[in-house]
C-alpha cells in the first residue's frame, strides 16, 4: 500500500483481509464457525475497538458485536454522538472459540499475526479503545489490570491506546456502567487533544512480544 492510501485503496484492502478471513483455516477454531467475524465500520476511523472474540449472535451473522454487548456498544457511542458508521470495530480472534471460552495464546498469535495488525496499518486509527482484558494486553503490560488502568490513555507511536471494561462485563455488572459510559465521555477529548497538539508525545512502547508495530 502506498503511504497514503485513499479511502478507496483501505476500503479494498480491508475486504481482502475480510476475505481471508472467511477461508482462514490457520487455527482449529475454523473448524467450528459457522461465520467468520473480520470487523466492520470506516475504512479510516479516527476510533478503532478491539474486542475479545465473537459470540453466538457474531457467529450466527458474521459481524462484531451484535448481541447483547452490541446492543449496550451502540448505546454508549450514541451517549457521545457516534455510530458504528464512524468507528471500526472488529475483534483480537475473528472466529468464536467452543462455548465462548477464552481465546488461547496461540489463537490471539495466529490471528493479531494474520489479521489485526494488518486492519490497524491499513485504517491507522489515532485512538485505538481496547475493549476487555485480552485485547488490552496486545498494548499493555501483562500484569495490568483493566479495574485499575481503565479510562488511563496511553501514548505510543503517535497513537492513543485506550483501555476500557468490555461492554458484557457491565451488563454482568451494573455498578460499572456509570464509569464506563464516563471513559467512553473522554475518548472525544483525547481525540480533540490530538486535533489540538499535532504530534502525540511518546510513551515508553509496550513490550516487544506485545506490540503490533
Do not use: W
Not at 7 to 23: P, Y
Not at 90 to 111: Q, S
Not at 142 to 147: C, G, L
Not at 174 to 183: G, S, T, W, Y
Amino acid at each position: 500500500m502506498p503511504d497514503t492510501p485513499n479511502l478507496d485503496e483501505r476500503r479494498a484492502a480491508l475486504e481482502s483481509i475480510a476475505k481471508e478471513v472467511r477461508g482462514c483455516d490457520q487455527c482449529p477454531l475454523h473448524s467450528g464457525r459457522t461465520k467468520a467475524v473480520p470487523g466492520a465500520g470506516r475504512a479510516d476511523a479516527d476510533i478503532m475497538f478491539i474486542g475479545e472474540a465473537p459470540g453466538y449472535y457474531e457467529d450466527q451473522q458474521g459481524l462484531p458485536f451484535v448481541g447483547a454487548s452490541g446492543k449496550y456498544l451502540d448505546q454508549l457511542l450514541g451517549q457521545i454522538g457516534l455510530s458504528r458508521q464512524d468507528v471500526f470495530i472488529t475483534n483480537v480472534i475473528k472466529c468464536r472459540p467452543p462455548g465462548n471460552r477464552d481465546p488461547l495464546p496461540a489463537e490471539i498469535e495466529t490471528c493479531t499475526g494474520a489479521y489485526l495488525d494488518r486492519q490497524i496499518e491499513i485504517i491507522r486509527p489515532r485512538l485505538i479503545a481496547t475493549l476487555g482484558r485480552f485485547s488490552m494486553a496486545l498494548f499493555f503490560p501483562k500484569n495490568s489490570r483493566i479495574s485499575r488502568i481503565h479510562g488511563q490513555p496511553k501514548r505510543s507511536g503517535g497513537r492513543i491506546y485506550y483501555p476500557l471494561f468490555h461492554p458484557a462485563a457491565v451488563l454482568r455488572n451494573p455498578n460499572l456502567r456509570p464509569v464506563m459510559e464516563e471513559d467512553f465521555k473522554r475518548m472525544l477529548t483525547l481525540i480533540e487533544e490530538i486535533d489540538q497538539a499535532g504530534e502525540i508525545e511518546d510513551e515508553p512502547p509496550p513490550p516487544k512480544q506485545l506490540s503490533l508495530f
